[in-house]
Structures are given as structure tokens and as C-alpha cells.
């Protein structure tokens, strides 16, 4: 058979075909990177993309241990491991795998599996992400759910990737994208929030009245023990009110000094009567 009864094929560095004669995956299953040869009407391939691949979960309802409601979404990232095995175990590796992603969440490992043992790895994937992720959180309760997202998508990378193996997808990563919860519990814990809030403001605010007081106690104990502190603080106080530059300045009188002049003003009355 010569070379002209042969068709030549360029496969790229991220790709690998996988090649079937008369039906029959042919020895080594593979080819590529690089050109290789087929025989027409006799040999068939299938090309099967090596680069990590994404695709989102959509948004999954889902029921939480403590029966509430919840809206979840998810994105996968995985690629093919054996092209061989995505190709001829399931019918759609990817699709596949998106599933699973919703059940557990992975990636295609090998070519050659990802082609014999699925119809589209990816698909499978899929389907299988979706199942998986909803069984995952069906297992937590609302508040584990809100504060461990990053165990969730361990967990579930972890399953799924068990999921997918048999397809030859490896799911590399699982992010939890973005959780929805029902307006109204959304409008009640925001409620609760503020009010907590609140609660804390009004315990700093009474500490501060508290400590307050308590200073307020000590310094007037201070300045009835020492009579130069009452000068002191009475100098502060003359000082501050001129700084502010009033018109008018009210100068406080200490109550002995008032008693002398009151005093001697008295006896200086009574003396002028005396005259009279």
C-alpha cells in the first residue's frame, strides 16, 4: 500500500487523537503531538482536547439539613488524562463529568480512557458535578454551608474526582461561586445583624459611662484631699475661658470670700448706725 493511500494529520502539543481501525482501537491508542498517517474508509479518530477545561454548575436548589432553601452555583475545572479511556467508556466525557460536578465535581485525566470508557467525558462530568454538589451540601446546615465553603468544595472535589476516574477526567478544582438565600431569611438575618450590632454599641457606650464615672470619682476625691489642686484646677479653668475670646467673662467666687465681704460689710453698716 503506498504512501499515497494514506492521509496525513497534524496533531497540536494540547491534543491527542485517538485512532480506531475497523472499529478497533488500534495499538497504543494514541498519536500525537505531531503528524501522523490514518487509512482512509478504514481508520476513524477522535480528537480529544488536553488543556484544563471549565465549566459552571448551574444554580442548584437545594435543601439544607435544617430545612432551608438555598440557591448554589458552582464552577469545575478539570482536563483529560486518557484520551483512550474518555473516549470509549462513556459517550460524553465532559457532559459526564458536568453532571457529576452537581453530584460530586472533577477532571479528564487520560485521553485514551476519557475516549473508550464515556461518549463525552465532559458532559458526564457535568451531570455527574451537579448530583454530587447537591449531595454534598444536603449534608449541612445553613450556617455550615455560609462559613465552609472551602471545605464543601473539597469535599466535593474529592468525590467527584472518585466519580470521574473511570472516564479519564481529573477534576482539578471546585470553587463555590455564589450562594442565594431567600429574601425574606435574607431581610431576618440582616435584621438580627443590626440588632446585634446595636446590642454592642450600647455595652461599649455603658462601659464608657462607667469608666467615666469612676475617673469622675477619682479626681473629685483627689481635689477634696488637696486644697492646691482645687487652685490648680480653678487656674485651667480662668485659662480655657479666656482662650475663648468672649466679650463677657464670669469669674467664679469662691463662697469664703463672699462670707468676708458679707461679713464686713455687715459691721461696717452697724458701726454707721451707731454714728446716726
Request: with cysteine; glycine share 4%; hydrophobic share 40%.
Amino acid at each position: 500500500m503506498g504512501i499515497k493511500n494514506f492521509k496525513q494529520y497534524f496533531v497540536k502539543e494540547y491534543e491527542r487523537a485517538v485512532v480506531f481501525r475497523t472499529g478497533r482501537l488500534i495499538k497504543g491508542g494514541t498519536k500525537g503531538p505531531g503528524m501522523f498517517f490514518i487509512i482512509p474508509c478504514i481508520d476513524t479518530f477522535k480528537m480529544v482536547d488536553l488543556r484544563v477545561l471549565s465549566f459552571d454548575v448551574p444554580p442548584q436548589e437545594i435543601l439544607s439539613r435544617d430545612s432551608v432553601t438555598v440557591s448554589v452555583e458552582a464552577v469545575i475545572y478539570f482536563r483529560i488524562s486518557d484520551p483512550t479511556i474518555s473516549v470509549t467508556n462513556v459517550n460524553d466525557a465532559q457532559f459526564s463529568t458536568k453532571l457529576l460536578a452537581q453530584t460530586t465535581l472533577r477532571n479528564v485525566l487520560d485521553p485514551t480512557i476519557s475516549v473508550t470508557n464515556v461518549n463525552d467525558a465532559q458532559f458526564s462530568t457535568k451531570l455527574l458535578a451537579q448530583t454530587t454538589l447537591r449531595n454534598v451540601l444536603g449534608t449541612k446546615t445553613l450556617s455550615e454551608i455560609l462559613q465552609e465553603r472551602d471545605n464543601i468544595s473539597s469535599v466535593t472535589e474529592k468525590v467527584l474526582d472518585e466519580g470521574t476516574e473511570p472516564w479519564g477526567v481529573k477534576v482539578q478544582r471546585v470553587e463555590i461561586k455564589d450562594i442565594r438565600l431567600p429574601h425574606q431569611l435574607t431581610r431576618a438575618m440582616a435584621a438580627e445583624a443590626e440588632a446585634s450590632r446595636d446590642a454592642r454599641a450600647r455595652v461599649i457606650a455603658a462601659d464608657g459611662e462607667k469608666n467615666a464615672s469612676r475617673n469622675l470619682v477619682e479626681a473629685a476625691n483627689m481635689l477634696s484631699t488637696t486644697r492646691s489642686a482645687i487652685q490648680l484646677r480653678y487656674l485651667q479653668t480662668l485659662t480655657h475661658i479666656a482662650a475663648q475670646h468672649n466679650h463677657t467673662i464670669v469669674l467664679p467666687v469662691p463662697m469664703e470670700i463672699l462670707r468676708k465681704v458679707v461679713g464686713k460689710f455687715g459691721n461696717f453698716t452697724s458701726t454707721a448706725k451707731m454714728k446716726v
